[in-house]
């Protein structure tokens, strides 16, 4: 059985999707898709040498839910 951290690795490798030295920006919302790619992507950088940074928009279209999501967002960047 294979982990999803494999699979992806898997994946990358035959499409040479990041390569050492690459500079990956992924869109998290706070969401647990985005949070769990946040994870995956800090995983993958042990085995590439790529830096990832983390993109956050809040459109303020939900208002306090919105900020919310931005603060959590900025929290998990910090303590990662």
Do not use: P
């Not at 992924?26 to 800090?42: E, P, R, T």
């Not at 040498?49 to 939900?62: G, M, P, Q, W």
């Not at 603060?71 to 910090?78: H, R």
């Amino acid at each position: 059985m294979w982990t999803a951290e494999e699979k992806v690795r898997e994946f990358v490798d035959k499409f040479v999707l990041i390569k050492d030295g690459d500079v990956l920006a992924a869109g998290i919302s706070g969401g647990a898709d985005s949070v769990c790619l946040f994870y995956l992507l800090i995983e993958l950088q042990k085995w590439r040498k790529f830096r990832f940074v983390a993109v956050h928009v809040n459109h303020e279209l939900r208002g306090e839910e919105a900020c919310k999501d931005e603060k959590f967002v900025e929290n998990l960047c910090m303590e990662n």
